[in-house]
Structure formats: structure tokens, C-alpha cells
């Protein structure tokens, strides 16, 4: 295992002149304590230096932030970076296109590294090429630290415990959101359709890998549309990573109980916005898989723009969760602001923060935020303006 208590830096922001990285280095100028050393990274210094100005208007004490190098083409810039600070934490995407040089670089220098991508494909990749050794180096790999998992897994995490222990536990999470998403999100979003193929390959090769618990069942709800009568809404089953993370955590945390069963939803209220919805995804995942129409898409957006701040102020978001077990019955919410950046950028600085400085469990390898952070990261998250509410609980429940 590699020390990293005499580094420079606690942590490292690279990727911090694009839309959601300027978000999360003011986060960071606003709210990171006093002693906490940290940096921002990139490879434009030009870039850089006028970030740093931006942050000297917001906090004064952040005019002499460092700035470093950093490129995902130089091998050697990474791994001097990963050497010199305790956590990385990226917002440089696709992922699949560009993370896997950083992530390398952490899982050898044993550097806690969180990201925020939502792309099953190279979180699978990440874990077949670098859990081992991040695992024997005590790299904390975290990936998906942003909308894209943090409510659904820590969501997950508070209702469970709510319910007996050592009982079949049945789960659902109902996502209704509003707001509008960078061009870098639609960026991923394409890359990730246009990649379904070799997800699929790279998904069986980390099964082969992965051990699993012997003695208790984690699966996921059959991905079918109905009618959520409580809600008074269609539930839509969502295509995102969110369930494949809230699994990972039950997998891993003996809490879920010896039967555990997730499925994800969109909660929408009129079914022709459903039926719109359903076919929307599928003729983006259908363009997806054509180059002219996939070139086409990417145009459309250049990576770097994103909703301006009066937009961001009108977004918000709510995670329903409804979970059955031991005879007993609770409903619960996570719920915040816009969740596109605003608290997508709070989550990231906040999960780097909680590596950086709290008192957590000892893991080691590629871990979600449920089993690397948990309840410290639940408070941070609140105190911060993230609500988890219990909304309901009562014994004599059935499920769905």
C-alpha cells in the first residue's frame, strides 16, 4: 500500500476551465476549509489563469490557487500529478475517450480519484484494467460522483437502513428532475449509445472478475414500464448507471440484507410525455449507432457550453425511494437544485472532500460512494443543502 500523508496537495481539480469543472473549482473556492490544499489542473495555462481570476472575484484567498500541468496525451504530467496530492478528481469526458490515462496514473500512485461520469462502459473497463491494483496500492477508485450516482446509491443507502436487518429487502427509486444539460453530457450521452456493443463485452469480462457474495441474491427489477399508482405517475425504467451503482453497493455491504431487489425509474405524470420520452431515447440510441447522424449530433453542441446561471437557478430535482422488508414499509427523498450542474459540481467537491478529510472505512480498489463515504458524505451533502427526508414508514407493507 502507498502512504500519501506527506503530499503536496490534498486535492487536485483537473478538467476546471470547462462548463462543470469552473462549477466545481468555485465550489471549492467557496467552501473547502482553510487547510485543506488543493489545485487546479489542465493544459491550457492561459485557461487556467483566467479561472483563477474568476476565483479571486468570488473568494479572495483563492487568487494564488496552483495551477499545474496536466494532459491525458503525456503519461509523465499524470503521473507526477497523481503523486503529488491525496485525491484527483476529474471532470475531463467522454471518460471512455479520456479518463483512463489519469485513472492509471491514480491506481499506481495509490491517489483516491472520483469523476463524474456516467458511462457503464468505462466504469466496467476501469475496474477490469486498474481494480487490482488500486486495490493493492489503496487507491479509492470513485467513480460517478455526481447526479450520475450520488442521490440514487446514498438514496439507496438511508432507506435501507430504515428497514429491519437480516431480511429481504425489495427497493425502488422514482427520479423527476428539470433542468437542461451541457453539451459535454450530450457528448457522453452519444459516445455512450454509439458504444452498446463492446459495453456489452466489457460488462462480461468484469462479471468474470468480480467476486460476488455467495450467500445472498442482489438483482435488478425486469425493466418494464407501469402505472406507480402512490406516485400518480408512469415509471419508466431508466438506462443509466444509476442502478448498476446502487447493486455494486448491495453487493458489498452485508446492510441490503440477504435478498436484495433494485429497479430505477423516471417518474412522469402524463403518458404522452411518457410514450415521448421512451421514444425519444430510442431514436437517440438508434442516430447513435450511424456515423453521419452521430457527427451530425456532436456538431451541435460544442463541449464547454452549458445552461447560463438564471437557467441553473430554475432546476431542481427529487428521488423518491419506496422499499418493502421484514413486514415493514418506508418511503423516503433526496432532493436538491439544479442537478445538471449546480449540485452535480457540489457533489464532486464533496466527495473529494470527504476523501480528503474525513474519517471513513478502509477500502481500497474501485468502490462506490456508499461503501467509500457513506454517512460522512450523506451529512456533508445535507449541510450543504441536499435534503434526505424520511416521507413515510409503517409496518404491514406489501410490495408493488
Known amino acids: ?32 476549509p482553510p487547510e485543506c490544499r488543493w489545485a487546479l489542473a489542465g493544459r491550457n495555462r492561459e485557461k487556467l489563469e483566467r479561472l483563477r481570476a474568476r ?9 494564488e490557487v496552483p495551477l499545474l500541468h496536466a494532459d491525458v496525451n503525456d503519461a509523465g504530467s499524470l503521473r507526477e500529478l497523481a503523486e503529488c ?4 478528481t476529474t471532470t475531463v469526458g467522454p471518460y471512455i475517450n479520456y479518463g483512463e490515462p489519469l485513472v492509471a496514473a491514480c491506481a499506481a500512485a495509490g491517489t483516491d480519484y472520483t469523476d463524474l461520469t456516467g458511462e457503464p462502459e468505462f466504469v466496467d473497463l476501469m475496474y477490469v484494467n486498474h481494480h487490482r491494483q488500486a486495490a493493492e496500492t489503496g487507491a479509492r477508485m470513485v467513480h460517478a460522483c455526481g447526479f450520475d450516482s450520488v442521490p ?41 449509445f454509439s458504444r452498446a456493443r463492446g459495453a456489452g463485452r466489457v460488462a462480461a469480462e468484469r462479471k468474470r472478475l468480480e467476486q460476488r457474495p455467495a450467500d445472498r441474491t442482489v438483482r435488478g427489477h425486469r425493466p418494464l414500464p407501469y402505472r406507480e399508482s402512490e406516485l400518480g405517475a408512469w415509471a419508466l425504467p431508466l438506462p ?16 441490503y440484507g ?36 452521430r457527427d451530425w449530433l456532436l456538431g451541435r453542441m460544442k463541449p464547454g457550453e452549458g445552461p447560463s446561471a438564471e ?52 477500502t481500497a480498489g474501485q ?18 443543502g441536499i435534503s434526505f427526508k424520511v416521507l413515510e414508514a409503517s409496518s404491514g407493507a406489501q410490495t408493488t
Open 240 to 255: 443509466t448507471i444509476d442502478p448498476q451503482i446502487v447493486l455494486r453497493s448491495a453487493r458489498a455491504l452485508e446492510r
Open 85 to 88: 496530492t491525496r485525491v484527483v
Open 152 to 192: 440514487h446509491d446514498l438514496g439507496a443507502l438511508f432507506t435501507v437502513e430504515l428497514l429491519p436487518e437480516g431480511v429481504p429487502i425489495d427497493l425502488r427509486g422514482f427520479v423527476s428532475a428539470g433542468g437542461r444539460l451541457s453539451a459535454g453530457t450530450v457528448h457522453s450521452a452519444i459516445t455512450g
Open 367 to 384: 468502490v462506490t460512494t456508499a461503501v467509500a463515504m457513506g454517512h460522512p458524505l450523506i451529512g456533508r451533502l445535507e449541510r450543504a
Open 311 to 362: 437557467q441553473r437557478e430554475k432546476g431542481w430535482f427529487k428521488v423518491r425511494f419506496h422499499g418493502v422488508g421484514g413486514g415493514r414499509r418506508v418511503a423516503t427523498e433526496v432532493a436538491g437544485a439544479d442537478p445538471g450542474y449546480g449540485e452535480t459540481s457540489k457533489m464532486l467537491a464533496e466527495c473529494a472532500l470527504c476523501l480528503a478529510h474525513d474519517d471513513l472505512p478502509e
Open 1 to 32: 500500500m502507498v502512504g500519501t500523508g506527506e503530499r503536496l496537495y490534498d486535492i487536485v481539480l483537473v478538467g476546471a476551465t470547462g462548463f462543470t469543472g469552473g462549477l466545481t473549482a468555485e465550489y471549492l473556492a467557496r467552501h473547502a
Open 258 to 293: 440477504p435478498e436484495f431487489t433494485y429497479g430505477h425509474f423516471a417518474a412522469v405524470k402524463q403518458l404522452p410525455i411518457a410514450v415521448a420520452a421512451v421514444g425519444g431515447v430510442a431514436g437517440l440510441l438508434a442516430l447513435a449507432q450511424l456515423p453521419p447522424a
Open 55 to 63: 476565483l479571486a472575484e468570488v473568494e479572495p484567498s483563492r487568487g
